[in-house]
């Protein structure tokens, strides 16, 4: 399948161009000099992560997502948490590195979870434990600790492969399934083939170039399973572009406020229209979160006046304003008090209540 460029409609996507691209300044200038940059970085990875499952169909509360991040969920994760979860991590771990890391061949292998190279550079020489488990077993040898020499050489590797020392096998590694998979689904071709647009609308608007990358993306299909990743992509190239120096443009979340039918219209320039607005409303959404947050930041500084050094009020202002919603379990842990102290503290801010319950309450910025 043969992406076209030659017949892009520019006279018609100059203004929408402009329009995203200035309203994509402003807010990054605004994040640049603001103290809250970082708790609004935070709540716009939340509401990305869960925007991108809703663009795609599905359903993903905000409330469940923090918990899980978090760590103190008390259900088992669904699927589609588990992806909203991805989302997020793939937000961070973009916004994490150098700019153009995210587009980059590296980046992108990294990012479709095929990261490493050959094997035979990525195999580690054996480790300590493992060496000594090659030795012949003697005879007056106790057998529990030969059991507990064998238990440390495997947590010893398991460490080192999580901590990215070294690179599991191919040979360890799953195949991929077909009942999952469709075997016909060539993703490197079709990748070499976006990748390919990206070289070809190199002298594009940053702006233009973002809505026609993820245009093409999504008329590729480029991952069965991954839809989403193309739209972070979009994202990391006004950020290459340094069009978003201080963040990372949350595009799932404008272009939740866009008409399915506009997204998904069988007309390119519709589509890259919907795209332009997407992250126009995108950035708007970002100027006005800034501004609400400044103004409960400046309501919640009040309650400081009188209050000692030692006070855990500030801490608790940091965490509610990094975070959509905190429950007790959640200040508890980070302000280092008890479940009840958590209870009293959270009250003197005068946060809103979100779950109406008596027991695993939660609270967000009025």
């Not at 170039?209 to 991952?223: E, K, P, Y």
């Not at 998904?264 to 006005?288: C, P």
């Not at 000692?308 to 975070?323: C, F, G």
Request: charge should be neutral.
């Amino acid at each position: 399948m043969r992406y076209e460029l030659s017949k892009l409609p520019l006279q018609t996507l100059v203004t929408p161009v402009a329009t995203a691209t200035a309203a994509l300044v402003r807010l990054d200038e605004r994040l640049n000099r603001s103290d809250l940059r970082q708790g609004c970085i935070s709540r716009a990875d939340f509401a990305d992560a869960c925007a991108s499952l809703w663009i795609d169909g599905e359903l993903v509360h905000l409330e469940d997502l923090v918990l899980h991040d978090a760590g103190m969920g008390i259900r088992a994760p669904t699927h589609e948490l588990a992806i909203a979860q991805d989302v997020l991590r793939t937000r961070r771990r973009i916004s994490g590195h150098p700019a153009g890391w995210a587009l980059s061949p590296e980046g992108l292998r990294n990012l479709r979870g095929r990261g490493g190279g050959n094997d035979a550079a990525t195999l580690p020489a054996p480790l300590p434990e493992e060496e000594a488990l090659s030795e012949p077993i003697a005879e007056d040898e106790d057998p529990l600790a030969r059991e507990l020499a064998e238990i440390d050489a495997v947590l010893a590797r398991s460490e080192a492969v999580l901590s990215g020392t070294i690179q599991p096998s191919r040979s360890s590694r799953q195949e991929r399934a077909p009942l999952v998979y469709e075997p016909g689904w060539d993703e490197d071709e079709r990748l070499e083939e976006w990748r390919a647009i990206l070289i070809e609308t190199d002298g594009l608007p940053a702006a233009l170039r973002a809505a026609v990358l993820l245009d093409a993306w999504n008329q590729l299909q480029v991952l069965q399973h991954a839809p989403w990743l193309g739209r972070l992509l979009a994202a990391s190239l006004l950020r290459k572009a340094d069009i978003t120096i201080a963040h990372l443009v949350a595009v799932n979340r404008g272009l939740r406020n866009v008409s399915r039918e506009r997204r998904t219209s069988r007309d390119r320039n519709t589509r890259l229209l919907a795209i332009l607005d997407g992250i126009g409303i995108a950035s708007e959404l970002g100027l006005k979160e800034h501004d609400r947050l400044l103004l409960a930041k400046q309501q919640m500084q009040r309650k400081l006046d009188g209050r000692r050094r030692s006070s855990k009020l500030p801490k608790l202002i940091e965490l509610v304003l990094s975070r959509p919603m905190v429950s007790a379990g959640m200040i508890a842990e980070v302000l280092d008090v008890t479940p009840q102290g958590a209870l009293k503290i959270a009250g003197e801010l005068n946060l809103r209540e979100l779950t109406g319950r008596g027991r695993f309450r939660a609270w967000g910025i009025v």
